[in-house]
């Protein structure tokens, strides 16, 4: 079975958006002020930290995160980030899991925008979290209000400690104007600036991991909901990358094989106005992208026979009546 959304009192903006801090996808920490007890690319494992009694190394109790060394002189400890992509930040989690006696007692970030790998020494940098209080072993939430793309982080601990991992939550900018034109594109991906509005049940896997790159690497990898027992049918509504005409719909259950959807459709609209929250009512009153389609376990199902709605901007996508599907692509022409 999925691993369980590890926190269901987090924000929706990490449900909603992608770890723009994930090194899978090519973020990276490029320099740290110290990294004596604990290396600072440990910070940025996407998966969850660990603590493991009665392990040490050469520096001491080995710790699953980024630790520095107690501070005796004035100042503080900063690590510089570099995201996997370019893009918006809505919110942060600065996670001190396993950190009780060593955590820091404040942080802030600061951003900026580099052309290049390491950003120059002139780089304008902009706060984005603000000196936050934190606590041992919890994860604090800040969310972001802050149009700006951004490429790097600067990850400031006061004075110094331990930081379990750090994850930014935002949407990736994509130059569309270097797309060329008819050129197919995924505007379900979250990598373009895709992301997801509400689904109704996420209870075993986050609906916004069917829009991640690649192929899902396990069962965990993907949305999946608790199981349904009572009439009616599961469903996730995405924001598109961009409006754009759908033209082919790709459906994959990779590792989903007892809890794959029976069925599943797509809905879809323009939308101007509003809200994200407003849409979820809307939604139901979509006209169809495509209509009920049987599905079968770990198969890539591809869909080319759909309704002529021209440049949409969203779209539900319906299970029936419950399960776990790993990707959904949606491959059109940006409008």
């Known amino acids: 079975m999925a691993a369980p959304i590890l926190d269901p009192n987090a924000p929706a903006f990490t449900r909603r958006y992608m770890n723009l801090a994930d090194p899978r996808l090519g973020a990276a920490a490029l320099f740290a002020s110290d990294e004596f007890f604990a290396p600072k690319e440990r910070m940025l494992n996407p998966e969850p930290a660990v603590f493991i009694p009665g392990k040490y190394?050469?520096?001491?109790?080995?710790?699953?995160?980024?630790?520095?060394?107690?501070?005796?002189?004035?100042?503080?400890?900063?690590?510089?980030?570099?995201?996997?992509?370019?893009?918006?930040?809505?919110?942060?989690?600065?996670?001190?899991?396993?950190?009780?006696?060593?955590?820091?007692?404040?942080?802030?970030?600061?951003?900026?925008?580099?052309?290049?790998d390491t950003p120059s020494d002139d780089a304008?940098?902009?706060?984005?979290?603000?000196?936050?209080?934190?606590?041992?072993?919890?994860?604090?939430?800040?969310?972001?209000?802050?149009?700006?793309?951004?490429?790097?982080?600067?990850?400031n601990l006061y004075p110094d400690g331990g930081l379990a991992r750090l994850r930014v939550y935002g949407q990736p900018q994509r130059d569309w104007s270097r797309v060329p034109a008819g050129?197919?594109?995924?505007?379900?991906?979250?990598?373009?600036?895709?992301?997801?509005?509400?689904?109704?049940?996420?209870?075993?896997?986050?609906?916004?991991?069917?829009?991640?790159?690649?192929?899902?690497?396990?069962?965990?990898?993907?949305?999946?909901?608790?199981?349904?027992?009572?009439?009616?049918?599961?469903?996730?509504?995405?924001?598109?990358?961009?409006?754009?005409?759908?033209?082919?719909?790709?459906?994959?259950?990779?590792?989903?094989?007892?809890?794959?959807?029976?069925?599943?459709?797509?809905?879809?609209?323009?939308?101007?106005?509003?809200?994200?929250?407003?849409l979820i009512t809307q939604a139901m009153f979509w006209p169809e992208l495509l209509g009920e389609q049987k599905l079968s376990m770990d198969s890539v199902h591809m869909f080319d026979d759909l309704a002529a709605l021209g440049p949409v901007t969203h779209v539900r996508f319906n299970i029936f009546p419950d399960g776990g599907v790993s990707r959904l692509r949606l491959w059109g022409e940006p409008a």
Request: a negative charge.
């Open 57 to 116: 190394d050469d520096h001491g109790k080995w710790m699953d995160g980024w630790e520095t060394r107690r501070k005796r002189t004035t100042g503080h400890d900063f690590c510089v980030v570099r995201l996997a992509r370019p893009g918006v930040i809505h919110g942060v989690d600065l996670d001190t899991s396993h950190f009780t006696g060593n955590f820091p007692p404040a942080a802030s970030i600061d951003a900026c925008f580099a052309d290049g």
């Open 183 to 278: 050129e197919a594109v995924d505007l379900a991906a979250i990598e373009n600036g895709a992301y997801l509005v509400a689904a109704n049940n996420q209870h075993f896997g986050a609906a916004s991991q069917m829009l991640m790159p690649g192929r899902g690497a396990n069962m965990g990898d993907g949305w999946e909901t608790r199981r349904r027992r009572e009439p009616g049918n599961d469903w996730a509504i995405v924001a598109l990358a961009r409006p754009g005409i759908i033209r082919r719909v790709e459906v994959d259950t990779a590792f989903f094989k007892g809890n794959f959807p029976d069925r599943c459709s797509l809905q879809a609209a323009h939308v101007t106005g509003g809200t994200d929250d407003s």
């Open 124 to 155: 304008e940098w902009h706060t984005i979290v603000a000196a936050t209080t934190l606590q041992g072993n919890a994860h604090h939430y800040v969310e972001v209000a802050d149009a700006r793309p951004y490429t790097h982080l600067r990850v």
